[in-house]
């Protein structure tokens, strides 16, 4: 047996799955014996361990668990991570500015020094570690991101740095462990993230690892990376990065193995869209495969280089926070940040929540349904915010109404700080909660959400008229509204899969198609594509979304744990790249650390590929594969000079696939 866990922003979803399926004759058999779906708490242990108390496994046979994630995509979409230092070597001013350093880095500290090498791997100044010394000295960070100028041709500079910042006890990205690719500062935008994911991959790690312990579970412990991918936990802890996007991938790959094509699909081309609580991913898949982003993730409007499924993700989920316009007409835009809802909120704190909503009186206000509390998490803050989080202790680990609470704009800041740092948590009501008002769903408190959608309706839009004629109307409104959303959502990803700017879903035509029955002017605008609804909330909101866009919908067998099941029934692929270049007429200098400059090309291309071979095997051993497949390519560039074709550069790649290591029966 083989165990999937996909922790999300919300739920915790866990599969018991038959590994004889993978075997088997029918390789779209569902293999699912058995599923649960618990809550994700800041606690991460609360929901493994719940989930697997659900499955209640025999340890004697479970054989290996796999985890997917979208923690790390929600965190890089709602701008959560713990505090890094970036130290960039041998950049000029301006690189900061490039790739969208700035934004990433935010406040957080930067550190530049000299050193850095040129496009050969010869070092263009010595790396200047007295100042990184004196930089870092008295520094409180939890991570740090180095990169240095061509460490892909000599990583020297970022290795010498990483030494001297071991000392702090801080953990340490280097950049050129992550991408072989040039473009410095892009490089340095995915050590960056990398560093501020590395506490929240390690809690995810840990707390796996302890529940496992808990139930006797000895078997190998994976994760899935952006690309659907499996690797060791060791593995993937050294490169946090490459799990953005896992459990999006996660879901395209068990999308792809839970649907049967003779019954479900219409054509070569199925969209799957995944929503959760925090966003909504949606990826393709094209003759049963799915699409791999040939530049590197982009998430949260972050370009990184992280190959994975070419997902198109965006903050918008059923927990999704309500923004209300008060224009004429009046309306509501949902996300990017996801809230605690209402009515999950008054499950753990019902006196509080009951109480403050009871005692609300008009003229209302949004933040009349708004709580927050703390997680329990520590990290590194400022005295501003730690007053806050202080204040926010004092009552315990309970919700407070937030005008309780949040008295002035310096606290509103830094209430925002120490959300985005995930230290408190915000509860308000959100599409989750319009569902239980309307009956769509159930489980959480219904009463309470009730409560808070009356006291949203009755707020005044600018003619002093109430929003909604009560709190049905203004959760139908809501409701509505994530359809519309979801929609722009599928035709963005259908817009740039046919080549066109997924920005053309703002158009006024697009949107009068959306939004508005014809009259003279007939506007439809739609997808030609099976829409594959994945996620708790699918089968309430798909259907509609498919109706919106004329799209064919499909909401397959276990579609709200399908993240889970491609959790486990992935593959573990590891590739590695180098080039080689020519600085002068018969030297071909290979680019891999411990290699030597040869006298030819070809004795360059096949010292390469033996020491790319030898690394691909050791890296997929240490991410946990079985008996391995290796392929490999040589892609040579040339030029024409005077009429003669000249050597430029040679690109070599070695790629390693194989199914995970199964722990002994």
């Not at 390690?202 to 312990?213: G, P, Q």
């Not at 497949?629 to 000079?641: G, M, N, P």
Request: charged residues 20%.
């Amino acid at each position: 047996m083989l165990i999937g866990i996909d922790t999300g922003g919300t739920y915790t979803d866990a599969v018991l799955f038959d590994e004889a399926v993978l075997d088997g004759p029918s390789p779209h058999a569902p293999g699912v014996v058995a599923w649960a779906k618990t809550r994700t708490r800041p606690d991460l242990t609360i929901g493994i361990r719940e989930a697997l108390e659900q499955l209640d496994p025999d340890p004697a046979e479970v054989s290996l668990v796999s985890l997917s994630t979208t923690l790390a995509t929600n965190a890089l979409v709602e701008g959560v991570g713990g505090r890094v230092a970036l130290v960039l070597i041998g950049f000029d001013d301006e690189a900061v500015e490039r790739a969208g350093l700035a934004a990433a880095l935010g406040s957080d500290p930067l550190v530049t020094i000299d050193g850095g090498h040129n496009s050969y791997g010869v070092e263009a100044k010595p790396v200047d570690l007295d100042s990184l010394a004196a930089a870092v000295d008295g520094l409180e960070v939890d991570a740090f991101a180095v990169a240095s100028h061509f460490s892909v041709r000599n990583p020297e500079h970022e290795l010498a740095a990483r030494e001297l910042l071991a000392g702090t006890g801080a953990p340490v990205a280097c950049s050129h462990e992550l991408s072989a690719k040039l473009n410095g500062p892009k490089r340095a935008l995915t050590c960056l993230l990398n560093a501020r994911l590395l506490p929240m991959i390690d809690d995810l790690c840990r707390a796996a690892a302890t529940i496992m312990a808990e139930f006797s579970i000895t078997a190998p412990l994976m994760l899935v990376r952006g690309d659907g991918s499996l690797v060791s936990a060791e593995f993937a802890l050294s490169r946090p990065i490459e799990t953005i996007l896992s459990g999006p991938a996660a879901s395209v790959v068990g999308a792809g193995h839970l649907l049967d094509d003779a019954r479900d699909r219409t054509g070569p081309v199925v969209m799957v869209s995944d929503i959760g609580g925090t966003t909504t991913d949606i990826g393709l898949i094209r003759d049963g495969r799915p699409t791999i982003s040939p530049d590197g993730a982009v998430v949260g409007g972050h370009h990184t280089m992280v190959e994975a499924v070419d997902m198109f993700t965006v903050g918008l989920g059923g927990d999704s926070e309500i923004h209300i316009d008060r224009g004429t007409p009046p309306s509501v835009r949902l996300g990017p940040r996801r809230l605690t809802p209402i009515a999950l909120a008054a499950i753990d704190d019902p006196d509080v929540v009951h109480r403050t909503l009871d005692r609300r009186r008009p003229p209302f206000r949004e933040d009349h349904v708004l709580f927050a509390r703390p997680t329990g998490r520590r990290g590194v803050i400022g005295t501003r915010d730690q007053r806050l989080l202080d204040k926010l202790l004092d009552d315990g680990p309970g919700w407070r109404p937030m005008d309780q609470l949040v008295a002035s704009s310096m606290e509103t800041t830094a209430l925002r700080s120490l959300v985005a740092r995930g230290l408190a948590q915000i509860a308000g009501f959100t599409p989750s909660d319009a569902c239980h008002v309307l009956g769509l769903h159930d489980g959480w408190d219904a009463e309470a959400a009730a409560k808070a959608a009356g006291i949203l309706a009755g707020i005044n839009d600018n003619r002093w008229e109430p929003l909604a004629v009560d709190g049905a109307a203004f959760s139908r409104w809501v409701i509505d509204q994530l359809v519309h959303q979801s929609a722009e959502a599928v035709l963005a990803v259908a817009f740039r899969a046919d080549g066109m700017d997924p920005g053309a879903v703002s158009h006024e035509l697009v949107q009068r198609a959306l939004t508005t029955p014809p009259s003279v002017a007939r506007i439809h605008v739609g997808a030609q594509v099976d829409l594959v609804g994945l996620g708790a909330s699918a089968a309430t909101y798909y259907p509609s979304v498919a109706k919106v866009v004329g799209a064919n919908p499909i909401i397959p067998p276990h579609a709200q744990v399908a993240n889970a099941v491609g959790a486990v029934v992935g593959q573990v692929r590891i590739a590695a790249q180098c080039t080689i270049s020519q600085p002068s007429k018969g030297q071909y200098r290979i680019h891999w650390p411990g290699l030597e400059d040869r006298g030819d090309r070809q004795p360059a291309v096949d010292n390469a590929l033996d020491a790319l071979r030898h690394h691909v095997r050791s890296e997929a051993e240490r991410a946990g594969a079985g008996v391995l497949s290796l392929s490999d390519s040589v892609e040579v560039r040339t030029a024409t000079v005077e009429g003669r074709e000249v050597f430029v550069e040679a690109t070599v790649e070695v790629v390693g696939v194989g199914r995970p290591r199964f722990a002994d029966g």
